[in-house]
């Protein structure tokens, strides 16, 4: 035998029971490595095969059963459950011994009784051998199946398991025969089975089926959640039993989880999302009553960190706020991330001078230093809080409702702490409805365009026109410019506004072309918010020339100074390809910001727009700002609009200091389509 020889105080203790005496021959075998021998063998075992016991000791199995070559001996010796055969035994003589050879397993899958009993007569041994043919058919349609399975001929109790159930449980096939097989299932889990199992086995031979999801525990202690299907199953002179499948389901709800968990966290600071926030604030909102708050945060100058030291180090100072926020917040409070460099804090039971408190050690414990890139930083953010009232009707507006006091604390100042009160949510609330209606607004061509005529300061007659945009609310009455314009630019709404009125001035361009003839203005001034100003602008304006079939030079796209002045260079490719398209460039309200000659002596342009304070100074007799732009325009070959021309004197004036166009109430006032155009048609008979 390979290894050491078990002591007879072992063998009687693993065979306790098993006499030297026995009628049957009963032998030890172990396996060491791939080989199998016999350990140990009883009297009866010696007279029956003729061998001396210590030549039987360590002889090799497979040379005492010759019919079992290769790999077929692993069906004998099963780790899993006890295995009769009827095979042919070699004695000490060289004869062969018909005999029915049972192997049962010991605990270890290393060793094995098997027990050796000589068949009868021909009728027996030819009986037996059919019997073993089918054993073997069955064993590979149910033993050998991947698929759990387990047989109960009678009630709950199993006359059958399957290897790969005896795998799953982490049992040999003995311990869960019977009812031992209930023993594995959890014990919170077990009545559901039964239940189950139950159902089926008085479901009669109907086809009744039943399913139960039920946790199996190892003997190791590790749990597995399977799904066991229960069919019934009808024997003749044995009863009502059933056939049980088994699928292993806990790495599919693993996986499952982790989609989850995905799904409705973040995946860096590994916080809950927007969506799983949302969740959490409906699950525990009541409306009409109180104690739910929200704390909304948003860290001042985030973006200053990503563009000094990286992205790498403005991750790292997002993971550092979601640890000090968890670290902060009381047990149960839920942190989320909302996106971005903005976090919310959500609490129940809390009044409002409380969820104040907590905002403010909060924030003190974000003013910590925290060491970024070889930098000392001390984070800190603008605060919003917001209490529910009974004005809450809906879950999503107390998160909104925090949403503006936070940025009622970044505009007052960053690092501050606002609660928000009544007055500041009608205002807000009133915005968002002002948002949408804009919206629906640009989207059905309510917002309407005015043209004002551009006159030329030496001739005196009409040659443009300027494009402005309005907005007649049907409610509201008229929306000044002023107030819808920035409001579009705050909401994401500019584009689209600016896509409308480059639209439809080049349709009516194309419409005075129709009507008018030689008497259509030959060019229209078009505002663009500096929003507007990436590399979409091109592909727009040259897709509206196209559409209305105008020439590019029939288009002066104006912008603001300041909005050429957030990124030059950026402005200038912009403009620069505008201009290569034929169009011509303006700058408006030129000297009213922060003007950069340096910039401008580079920059595609061809017209100054002489704001409308200069030019209201000349009634006081200061005319050196405006004389100032004009000259400078002419000295760089630039043209000049006077913007805001509101008597005959000023026009004479500019005129005289060299203005190239004058745009002005005291010419003409703006005017609708249908006006403009008659306007025009009567210029051109004069």
Same mark, same amino acid.
């Given at each position: ?66 019919a079992l070559q290769g790999g077929e001996l692993r069906l004998l010796l099963r780790r899993e459950r006890a295995v009769v055969m009827t095979l042919p035994v070699r004695c000490a003589s060289g ?268 924030g003190t414990q974000l003013r910590r230093p925290v060491r970024l890139g070889g930098v000392d930083l001390r984070p800190q953010a603008s605060v919003g809080v917001t209490v529910q009232t009974a ?137 663009? %918010? &500096? !929003?507007?100003? +990436? ?5 727009? $304006?040259?897709? #509206? =020339? *196209? ?14 100074? %300041? &909005? !050429?002045?957030? +990124? ?5 490719? $912009?403009?620069? #390809? =505008? *201009? ?14 922060? %003007?950069? !000659? ?13 704001? *409308? ?17 004009i000259a400078l325009a002419h000295n760089l070959g630039l043209c000049t609009v006077a913007e805001g021309v509101e008597t005959p004197a000023q026009a004479r004036l500019l005129a005289e200091l ?29």
């Open positions: 035998m390979v290894g050491e020889q078990p002591s007879p105080e072992v063998v009687a203790a693993v065979f306790h029971g098993v006499s030297v005496s026995s009628s049957s021959a009963i032998l030890v075998v172990e396996r060491a490595g791939r080989v199998a021998r016999v350990g140990w063998s009883n009297e009866k075992a010696v007279a029956v095969l003729g061998y001396a016991q210590e030549d039987l000791r360590a002889l090799p199995v497979d040379q005492l059963l010759p004869e062969s011994l018909e005999c029915s050879v049972s192997a049962v397993p010991a605990p270890g899958g290393r060793r094995w009784t098997l027990r050796l009993a000589a068949t009868s007569n021909e009728q027996e041994r030819a009986l037996r051998a059919t019997a073993d043919a089918h054993e073997r058919r069955f064993a590979t349609l149910t033993e050998r199946s991947p698929v759990p399975t387990l047989l109960s001929e009678q009630g709950m109790r199993l006359a059958h398991v399957n290897d790969a159930f005896c795998a799953l449980a982490g049992q040999q096939a003995e311990e869960l025969l019977g009812t031992g097989w209930l023993d594995v299932v959890h014990p919170e889990d077990l009545d559901e089975v039964i239940e189950q199992a139950t159902a089926v086995l008085l479901g009669g031979e109907d086809g009744s089926e039943g399913e139960a999801q039920a946790r199996l525990v190892r003997p190791d202690g590790t749990e597995l959640t399977t799904v066991i299907r229960f069919a019934h199953l009808f024997t003749p002179g044995v009863g009502a039993g059933f056939v049980g499948t088994i699928e292993d389901i806990t790495e599919r709800l693993a996986f499952e989880a982790r989609l989850a968990h995905q799904a409705n966290h973040d995946p860096l600071t590994g916080l809950p999302n927007r969506t799983l926030l949302a969740d959490h604030v409906t699950t525990w909102f009541v409306p009409g009553t109180g104690g739910l708050a929200c704390i909304f945060l948003d860290l001042d100058n985030f973006k200053v960190v990503n563009d000094s030291l990286g992205h790498a180090a403005g991750d790292e100072l997002l993971v550092e706020v979601a640890a000090r926020l968890r670290a902060t917040v009381r047990p149960g409070d839920l942190v989320a991330r909302f996106g971005g460099d903005e976090f919310v804090v959500v609490c129940q039971q809390v009044s409002e001078a409380d969820a104040v408190a907590l905002a403010e050690r909060i004005e809450h009707q809906a879950a999503e507006e107390l998160i909104r409702d925090c949403d503006i006091a936070m940025y009622q604390a970044k505009t007052g100042g960053k690092g501050r702490i606002t609660v928000l009160d009544s007055d500041a949510r009608a205002q807000a609330r009133d915005k968002l409805r002002l948002v949408a209606e804009l919206r629906s607004a640009i989207e059905r061509r309510e917002i309407t365009l005015m043209y004002q005529p551009i006159f030329d300061a030496v001739v005196g007659t009409a040659t443009s026109v300027e494009s402005l945009a309005r907005w007649q609310h049907a409610e509201r009455g008229s929306i000044s410019p002023g107030v819808f314009v920035p409001l579009a630019e705050e909401s994401g709404l500019v584009a689209a506004l600016g896509l409308l009125v480059l639209d439809e001035t080049c349709r009516q361009l194309a419409e005075w072309d129709r009507e008018l003839g030689a008497a259509a203005p030959r060019r229209a001034h078009v505002n663009v %918010s &500096a !929003l507007q100003l +990436d590399g979409n602008l091109h592909d727009h $304006v040259a897709s #509206a =020339l *196209r559409r209305h079939r105008l020439s590019a030079d029939r288009l002066s796209i104006e912008i603001t100074e %300041s &909005a !050429l002045m957030k +990124d030059p260079a950026s402005a200038r490719e $912009v403009l620069q #390809a =505008l *201009r290569d398209l034929g169009c011509q460039i303006s700058i408006d309200d030129f000297g009213t910001g922060y %003007s950069s !000659l340096a910039y401008l002596r580079h920059l595609p342009v061809d017209c100054l727009k002489v704001d *409308r304070s200069f030019v209201a100074e000349l009634a006081d007799g200061h005319a050196e700002i405006t004389s100032a732009v060299g203005a190239t166009y004058l745009q002005g109430f005291s010419l003409a006032a703006p005017l609708a389509a249908a006006e403009a155009t008659a306007w025009f048609a009567a210029a051109g008979q004069r």
